[in-house]
């Protein structure tokens, strides 16, 4: 990883935004997106007692991924018709997988549920990682693929290859490499990992003009 190219952006960022991410531009932006509205619908809807009835996790699901800004309309109406003509035994399928990635083998979770999306080509890493951050926002990170792709090119992260097909191997990896970076930045700009992959898109783009 550049570390002064890291530097830079932060620089920028707080050149752009003296006040971080309480600045009042940024504060409109956050009401728009609210993280925590989402991660409150999620932890109840996608509670583990809700498990045994897969109708309503697949519901849920849906719900979660509405309620975010940061996934596409385009995204949002294919998944709503996806679900809305899913069989027993697939919503049965789908609640197991989701189950996994919240509260089980988290590896085996991820993997399945990209293989049930991609029956409907809808494997998308939006998709995928969108619940566990709103569940765990200060731990997961959620995966938006150009916002991706820009952090490794400019910071120059080494041995990451994102592909478009979601894998759990390069999640692991992107989750390492953006920990670390989250430790060499102030401490303010990583309350929550959206906000802070944010930061560095901000950052970047700031930087490239």
Same mark, same amino acid.
């Given at each position: 990883?550049?570390?002064?190219?890291?530097?830079?952006?932060?620089?920028?960022?707080?050149?752009?935004?003296? #006040?971080?991410?309480?600045? @009042?531009? &940024?504060?409109?932006?956050?009401?728009? %997106?609210?993280?925590? !509205?989402?991660? $409150?619908?999620?932890?109840?809807?996608?509670?583990?007692?809700?498990?045994?009835?897969?109708?309503?996790?697949?519901?849920?699901?849906?719900?979660?991924?509405?309620?975010?800004?940061?996934?596409?309309?385009?995204?949002?109406?294919?998944?709503?018709?996806?679900?809305?003509?899913?069989?027993?035994?697939?919503?049965?399928?789908?609640?197991?997988?989701?189950?996994?990635?919240?509260?089980?083998? #988290?590896?085996?979770?991820? @993997?399945? &549920?990209?293989?049930?999306?991609?029956? %409907?080509?809808?494997? !998308?890493?939006? $998709?995928?990682?969108?619940?566990?951050?709103?569940?765990?926002?200060?731990?997961?990170?959620?995966?938006?693929?150009?916002?991706?792709?820009?952090?490794?090119?400019?910071?120059?992260?080494?041995?990451?290859?994102?592909?478009?097909?979601?894998?759990?191997?390069?999640?692991?990896?992107?989750?390492?490499?953006?920990?670390?970076?989250?430790?060499?930045?102030?401490?303010?700009?990583?309350?929550?990992?959206?906000?802070?992959?944010?930061? &560095?898109?901000?950052?970047?783009?700031?930087?490239?003009?």
């Amino acid at each position: 990883m550049n570390l002064e190219k890291l530097k830079d952006v932060e620089s920028e960022f707080f050149d752009a935004y003296p #006040k971080g991410f309480e600045d @009042e531009k &940024l504060i409109k932006i956050g009401k728009k %997106f609210n993280p925590e !509205k989402l991660e $409150l619908f999620a932890k109840e809807s996608l509670k583990k007692e809700n498990f045994s009835n897969p109708n309503l996790i697949a519901e849920a699901y849906f719900k979660t991924i509405q309620k975010s800004a940061m996934v596409s309309l385009f995204d949002k109406l294919k998944l709503r018709d996806v679900i809305k003509a899913l069989t027993s035994y697939e919503k049965d399928m789908l609640s197991i997988e989701l189950y996994e990635l919240l509260y089980g083998n #988290k590896k085996d979770g991820f @993997e399945g &549920l990209v293989e049930f999306l991609a029956e %409907f080509g809808m494997a !998308k890493w939006t $998709l995928v990682t969108l619940v566990p951050y709103s569940i765990n926002r200060q731990k997961e990170y959620f995966i938006k693929p150009t916002t991706t792709k820009n952090i490794i090119k400019y910071l120059e992260i080494p041995n990451l290859i994102y592909k478009p097909r979601p894998s759990y191997e390069f999640y692991q990896q992107y989750t390492k490499a953006l920990d670390n970076i989250k430790s060499k930045v102030s401490k303010p700009l990583s309350f929550d990992n959206a906000a802070f992959t944010g930061f &560095l898109k901000m950052g970047i783009e700031i930087c490239g003009e």
